[in-house]
């Protein structure tokens, strides 16, 4: 980790929060996959849209290991912050989880900030949930077999889903959250102890949720911040896949408890030595491949696939 740190520091390139948003999104597209394992090749890929509530059509990616029909679903949001990220940045960590975890991956292009402030994103991961839990048969994937996911400000939205469908009774078998968001205002100890120096440093954070949230009121409504949602007994069971070195980690480790103590099955598993976006540098970082497998496991164990 800390010689893929060195190689970024060595690059020298503008921090993302140092350029435009439109700009930062080139950037982090240019990047996306120098650190990742190979593209997987997979017996289904195909690009389509969902129908948000004003009309709008996100555009999503579905990715399938096998043209079986019955599939367990995925619904997958990417990191960046509300900001950046795409299913082009996501596309490989999608088909490695479609290929492990031998279920169907529909990843989601929600629209992003500043654009669209908060809770455009939210409600784009919510829309394009219950659109997928009412056309999975269409699509070859099993409607009673559904799970969320997603990193970062993806899991941020995942973690939404997941109470969203437990108050519509949507049955969901998992929420799998990498590394995310669940504070109203980044205030733990790892914030501070990960400030600076190791791929998310704060400036970056604040620049991001900036963008997204304008008020107080906005930073400490539950669906950007989880952590703070009135009740979450009876939501999913949970895979939380956390960063040792991140400044999310503690409030990752918080909801977990959240979830817990509310009577939640929840699998933690924090990975050491590794920072945020971890995940999708699978080249280079062997961590990356165990979440990889990790995750996938949980996939399939929520599935009843093992």
């Not at 940045?89 to 654009?115: K, N, Q």
């Not at 440093?201 to 604040?206: D, F, G, K, L």
């Not at 990975?271 to 996939?299: C, N, Q, S, W």
Request: net charge negative; charged share 20%.
């Amino acid at each position: 980790m800390r010689s893929v740190l060195e190689r970024m520091a060595r690059a020298g390139h503008p921090p993302l929060h140092t350029r435009s948003p439109h700009d930062a999104r080139i950037a982090y597209q240019a990047g996306a996959d120098v650190l990742e394992v190979p593209k997987a090749p997979l017996a289904r890929v195909q690009d389509f849209h969902i129908p948000a509530r004003d009309g709008h059509a996100l555009p999503a990616r579905l990715y399938a290991p096998t043209t079986d029909t019955g599939l367990p679903l995925l619904l997958y949001t990417h990191g960046g912050g509300f900001t950046i990220g795409s299913i082009a940045t996501h596309d490989i960590l999608c088909r490695e989880l479609a290929r492990l975890g031998h279920c169907m991956v529909v990843s989601l292009d929600y629209r992003l900030a500043p654009e669209h402030r908060f809770p455009t994103a939210s409600n784009d991961a919510w829309d394009a949930l219950l659109w997928l839990a009412a056309n999975a048969a269409s699509l070859g994937a099993d409607p009673q077999c559904l799970a969320v996911g997603g990193d970062s400000a993806g899991g941020t939205l995942a973690a939404v889903n997941a109470i969203l469908a437990r108050d519509a009774n949507l049955p969901l078998a998992l929420q799998l959250l990498i590394y995310p968001g669940c504070a109203a205002h980044q205030d733990t100890p790892s914030h501070a102890t990960f400030a600076r120096g190791l791929v998310l440093e704060e400036p970056a954070i604040s620049w991001f949720f900036g963008n997204y949230v304008t008020t107080r009121e906005e930073r400490e409504d539950w669906r950007f911040a989880p952590l703070l949602a009135p009740d979450v007994e009876g939501v999913a069971p949970a895979w939380i896949g956390l960063a040792e070195c991140d400044p999310l980690v503690d409030e990752g480790i918080d909801y977990a408890d959240k979830l817990r103590l509310a009577g939640v099955p929840v699998d933690l598993d924090i990975y050491r030595g590794v920072t945020h976006e971890f995940i999708k540098m699978g080249r280079a970082i062997p961590e990356a491949r165990k979440a990889h497998a990790d995750a996938a496991r949980a996939l399939r164990q929520a599935f009843q696939m093992e």
